[in-house]
């Protein structure tokens, strides 16, 4: 899939509520920039929180519904994505008993 995304655009997809009960899944995304991919949301909104997103202009974050209604998120500074370059990012959520955990994964470095 190919989409042209600049400013607020945003790509959703999925259905986010089938995740509901997992204690652990994957999302694994391809993405290549054609412009600053500040802010850009990709993957489709749970509640008041988005599942992925840039932020701070080229970090990739992931945010999850946590326990009671919270939210969990985490991004990384090691990943800092840049237009015109291919990234291969893999957001593994783990849900134990205590705490969550997000791990991502670019290009194969965590």
């Not at 599942?51 to 990384?76: M, P, R």
């Not at 955990?101 to 470095?109: A, C, K």
């Amino acid at each position: 899939m190919a989409v042209a995304m600049s400013g607020t655009d945003r790509v959703d997809y999925g259905d986010i509520a089938a995740t509901s009960g997992l204690t652990e899944f994957s999302v694994a995304l391809t993405i290549k920039f054609a412009a600053a991919p500040s802010d850009l949301r990709l993957v489709t909104q749970w509640s008041a929180a988005w599942l992925a997103q840039v932020t701070d202009t080229n970090e990739v974050g992931f945010v999850i519904d946590g326990v009671n209604g919270s939210f969990f998120g985490q991004k990384t500074t090691a990943l800092n994505v840049a237009n015109g370059e291919t990234h291969r990012i893999v957001m593994t959520w783990k849900h134990p008993t205590s705490t969550d955990i997000i791990e991502i994964w670019s290009n194969g470095t965590k």
